[in-house]
């Protein structure tokens, strides 16, 4: 199994930029489609990045394409979100998450519930 911890988290202004980290631990990211996934208070969770396994394809939500930008470096285990722009409405606890399926190479899983292990999530609060 893998074990994945969030951090960078915080409170910051309206247009500002924070970086999101994912650490693995346990087995290597390499074996795992990699997600980011939101939810906000009232509300459910929601898709926000994603990157496929081995392609390196990645997908994102319709509010955050152009402004976030998801990677993974193997080599370090962790796989990152960079937040550029920042919104309240990305106001949410992040969480990362990955999972096991083998698909073709360029396809990029966002479902949630396809994703087998999740972190414990990191609180990020955009104020206007």
């Known amino acids: 199994q893998v074990q994945l911890v969030e951090s960078g988290g915080g409170l910051v202004q309206a247009g500002a930029s924070l970086r999101l980290s994912c650490a693995a631990s346990g087995r290597t990211i390499s074996n795992y489609g990699m997600g980011w996934f939101r939810q906000a208070p009232g509300r459910e969770r929601e898709f926000v990045a994603a990157?496929?396994?081995?392609?390196?394809?990645?997908n994102y939500a319709d509010p955050v394409k152009g402004r976030f930008s998801i990677s993974r470096d193997n080599a370090k285990n962790t796989m990152y979100l960079q937040m550029n722009s920042l919104k309240p409405e990305d106001t949410a606890v992040y969480y990362c998450?990955?999972?096991?399926?083998?698909?073709?190479?360029?396809?990029?899983?966002?479902?949630?519930?396809?994703?087998?292990?999740w972190g414990q999530g990191t609180q990020v609060t955009v104020s206007s």
């Open positions: 998450a990955a999972h096991s399926r083998i698909y073709a190479s360029n396809y990029v899983e966002i479902r949630g519930l396809a994703y087998d292990y």
């Open positions: 990157i496929a396994r081995s392609s390196g394809s990645t």
